[in-house]
Antibody, heavy 128, light 106 residues
Framework: QVQLVESGGGVVQPGRSLRLSCAAS????????MHWVRQAPGKGLEWLAV????????YYADSVKGRFTISRDKSKNTLYLQMNSLRAEDTAVYYC?????????????????????WGQGTLVTVSS | DIVLTQSPATLSLSPGERATLSCRAS??????LAWYQQKPGQAPRLLIY???NTAAGIPARFSGSGSGTDFTLTISSLEPEDFAVYYC????????FGGGTKVEIK
């Protein structure tokens, strides 16, 4: 069965960096786009970024554009989120999520996907 | 961005009752709307995609309907494990989520 396991969260000072990982198993990783979604404490869900199945296309929410970078390593079946210049408002549980449709093509139109599997999340706390 | 407004914010019902949750979009999303269930301390779980398609492994008591700007998630008869927060999500543009509806035990 599909399994997504995030790691790399923790407490970090404002302005510093952190890299999250999401280890994937139970499906053909290279055939599915992958996303990062976050949830601030007691709040709703916010989509952050997507990377296409072939890693050729990446798109970001305005709230993290220029600060966060999504990437993937097909040899390790792992998704990453490099987070730079962290702010207090970035404090949240970060989830990786899998596209619901195989080989889904992403372009700048924004037409996107639903998320059929999620990891358990990793907590990032930005605090001095 | 497309704004999704869910109502009510909280729904207080008893097991066995029917639950009707609403999600309204600020502009048409065609049928590209999904519903998720989230329990405390857990990740969201996909229930419904593209307005009315039930995800794999989801019980038949969950159903979705709607198109354009108005959508509904119906739970025909609440089971104890259905008390949770429910979110809608559109994919007609970059994904956005509604603010959630909490279904609580009356």
């Amino acid at each position: 069965q599909v399994q997504l396991v995030e790691s790399g969260g923790g407490v970090v000072q404002p302005g510093r960096s952190l890299r999250l990982s999401c280890a994937a198993s139970g499906f053909t990783f290279s055939a599915f786009g992958m996303h990062w979604v976050r949830q601030a404490p007691g709040k709703g869900l916010e989509w952050l970024a997507v990377i296409s199945y072939d890693a050729n296309n990446k798109y970001y929410a305005d709230s993290v554009k220029g600060r966060f970078t999504i990437s993937r390593d097909k040899s390790k079946n792992t998704l990453y989120l490099q987070m730079n210049s962290l702010r207090a408002e970035d404090t949240a549980v970060y989830y990786c999520a899998k596209d619901g449709v195989r080989l889904y093509y992403y372009d700048s139109s924004g037409f996107s996907n639903f998320f059929d599997s999620w990891g358990q999340g990793t907590l990032v706390t930005v605090s001095s | 961005d497309i704004v999704l407004t869910q109502s009510p914010a909280t729904l207080s019902l008893s097991p066995g009752e029917r639950a009707t949750l609403s999600c309204r979009a600020s502009q048409s999303v065609s049928s590209y709307l999904a519903w998720y269930q989230q329990k405390p301390g857990q990740a969201p779980r996909l229930l419904i995609y593209d307005a009315s398609n039930t995800a794999a492994g989801i019980p038949a008591r969950f159903s979705g309907s709607g198109s354009g700007t108005d959508f509904t998630l119906t739970i025909s008869s609440l089971e104890p494990e259905d008390f949770a927060v429910y979110y809608c999500q559109q994919r007609n543009t970059w994904p956005t989520f509604g603010g959630g509806t909490k279904v609580e035990i009356k």
